[in-house]
């Protein structure tokens, strides 16, 4: 059995492993020194979108254009795979395994089922319903605590919101009666503009989010290097505090590490007004009482679709804590490794990352 990494993808093409191999499902792909890729399904998958881990070491994974949930699993013959669930609920982003249940989400509600290994899931229990649909941002990636709580990432409805109604992550309680309205839940963040990735930190054990920013107009100023995507952490202590979106943004960088403003750069990861004639000031956005900056930033345009955590040994090449997100911006279609301090907080350096994929 291989040592393998199956890391999130748009295409669900590739796994990563440590092992020596001769092919690559990806013609231009490139890989970590000792890392080489292998077909796990290309064939039969449509538009696969979420992938996850159930306890016997299958993998969960969504389909949202056949509207489907697969198990995987490899036997000495290759990958195999068993349809879970085919139905009409508009699946769109995130599958996760949870406390004995696997979990998917339409723009509008949460559901969840009883997994029984390998075997269908049968008709779908409603956790959360009456989540805002339309708009450009619809993807709701869950997340789960040891005290019977969801968080749900509520994304933007457009690009840049003047009065946002959304971007916030959503949290609720799921042991009492079900199924909780939206009008009911917590707001845990606000001023997240699309975090599609959300995961507890396994050594801190605070909420991370990796956030796709907002775009600016490449003839800006500002430029097409701005602004930085985001790595945020949600802790109890700023429960319902301000992220910065719509009218924060966070300066990015060159791939060299140097400073990607034409003008008043004041390093990677610096908060600026996106509109100070109109809208809050630099200092206001500076002013942490007002703007929780991110944690670290990421590169403008990696566009991360989900986040996970890395303390394990396997992966030689790595050390034994990184965080790893899997990129689908235009150019920079990626799996990224950062670099983790041994308390569990990110390495600050910008050029401390490295691409896996």
Not at 12 to 18: G, I, N, P
Not at 318 to 345: C, P, W
Request: net charge negative; with cysteine; proline share 5%.
């Amino acid at each position: 059995m291989r040592g393998t990494l199956f890391i999130f993808s748009l295409l669900f093409t590739v796994a990563l492993s440590k092992v020596d191999c001769d092919t690559n499902p990806i013609p231009n792909g490139k890989y970590l020194d000792g890392f080489c890729g292998f077909n796990a399904d290309t064939s039969r998958l449509q538009g696969a979108r979420g992938i996850d881990k159930a306890p016997n070491n299958d993998i969960l994974v969504l389909d949202r254009t056949a509207n489907a949930i697969y198990a995987y699993w490899e036997e000495e013959d290759g990958f195999q795979r068993s349809t879970l669930y085919s139905g009409s609920l508009g699946f769109n982003h995130a599958v996760r395994y949870f406390g004995g249940y696997v979990w998917a989400s339409s723009s509008t509600t949460v559901f969840r089922w009883p997994y029984n290994f390998r075997g269908s899931l049968g008709e779908p229990q409603s956790v959360i319903t009456g989540m805002p649909e339309g708009g450009a941002h619809n993807t709701r990636s869950m997340e789960f605590d040891s005290q019977g709580r969801i968080y749900v990432n509520i994304g933007s409805a457009d690009n840049i919101d003047p009065a946002p109604t959304r971007a916030f992550i959503i949290r609720a309680t799921y042991t009492g009666s079900l199924p909780i309205n939206y009008n009911d839940v917590e707001i845990f963040a606000n001023g997240t503009r699309n975090e599609c990735g959300l995961r507890f930190n396994p050594i801190t054990g605070d909420l991370w989010g990796a956030e796709n920013s907002l775009e600016f107009d490449t003839n800006d100023f500002k430029d097409n290097n701005n602004p930085a995507d985001e790595i945020n952490i949600f802790t109890e202590a700023n429960k319902g505090k301000f992220y910065g979106y719509p009218y924060c943004y966070s300066e990015g960088y060159l791939q060299d590490g140097s400073a990607a403003l034409q003008t008043g750069s004041l390093g990677a990861g610096a908060q600026h007004a996106v509109d100070p004639t109109n809208g809050p000031s630099d200092a206001w956005c500076r002013d942490t009482n007002n703007v929780i900056p991110p944690a670290f930033p990421i590169r403008a345009h990696e566009a991360p679709l989900d986040l996970i955590f890395y303390t394990g040994s396997t992966f030689t090449g790595f050390t034994n804590k990184v965080y790893l997100t899997s990129n689908h911006g235009a150019a920079n279609r990626s799996i990224q490794v950062y670099q983790m301090n041994e308390d569990g907080s990110p390495n600050t350096d910008v050029l401390s990352t490295s691409r896996l994929a």
